[in-house]
């Protein structure tokens, strides 16, 4: 069964502090992984994708990485923001499926 | 350049009463569809997915419809809203060709629908 599991499930950290969060997954044949950022009560907006040969994405102070052999990725926030305060939601997508973690609940407090 | 617009963003509707959720697309031909509902404090779950007009899938059983009367529009319905029907919608879409294929989704900013 495809599953794509993350954590912490959530998370507090002072603002300017890093973080890495992480998703670990089973969905087989890999496709791409995807981590979107879900500001409370808005659709997710997409923060990087890798794909099987990709190792490290970078989008800002967002670096995702990705071990296709142990099947987990991390995302780490540099120098969090308050609005950094958001759900960051896992994505993994295999052969015609995709499969969502049910995210990390971050909050960036002053 | 392409955007997704969905509304309402806030709806909050009695038991038994009628939903229709609509969703377009701008900037592109063909796009795969998607309805999404997300539970308080838990994951996204497709509900249904579209891959041309009038061609749905749906994941779950459910008391909702969905309909693709238009290639980059989707409507989600109900005849008669549950309480359990509340939730978060989301609508989705990702590209069938070219450079973004199976590259992931766009998604729109999201309806929150009370039942009440």
């Known amino acids: 069964k495809n599953q794509v599991e993350q954590s912490p499930q959530s998370l507090i950290i002072l603002e300017g502090k890093n973080c890495t969060l992480q998703?670990?997954?089973?969905?087989?044949?890999?496709?791409?992984l995807r981590w979107y950022k879900q500001d409370t009560g808005r659709g997710p907006v997409s923060l990087t994708i890798?794909?099987?040969?990709?190792n490290t994405k970078s989008n800002g102070r967002y670096t995702a990485t990705l071990d296709a052999d142990t099947k987990q990725s991390s995302l780490h926030i540099t120098a969090s923001q308050l609005s950094d305060s958001a759900s960051y939601i896992c994505?993994?997508?295999?052969?015609?499926?995709?499969?969502f973690g049910t995210g990390t609940k971050l909050q960036v407090i002053p | 350049s392409q955007t997704i617009h969905q509304w309402p963003a806030t709806l909050v509707q009695p038991v038994g009463s009628p939903l229709s959720l609509e969703c377009t697309v701008e900037?592109?031909?063909?796009?795969?569809l998607y309805w999404y509902r997300q539970a308080a404090g838990r994951g996204l779950q497709l509900l249904f997915y579209?891959?041309?007009?009038?061609?749905i899938s749906s994941e779950v059983p459910q008391n909702l419809s969905a309909s693709r009367p238009q290639d980059r529009q989707f409507i989600l319905s109900s005849k008669k809203l549950l309480l359990s029907d509340s939730g978060f919608y989301l609508c989705?879409?990702?590209?069938?060709?070219?450079?973004?294929?199976?590259?992931?989704?766009?998604f729109g900013s999201g309806t929150r629908l009370t039942v009440v």
């Open positions: 994505v993994v997508r295999g052969y015609q499926k995709v499969t």
């Open positions: 579209s891959v041309g007009i009038g061609q």
């Open positions: 900037g592109t031909s063909n796009p795969n």
């Open positions: 890798m794909t099987f040969s990709e």
């Open positions: 989705a879409w990702s590209p069938t060709t070219g450079p973004g294929t199976g590259f992931g989704y766009t």
């Open positions: 998703c670990n997954y089973t969905v087989s044949p890999f496709s791409n």
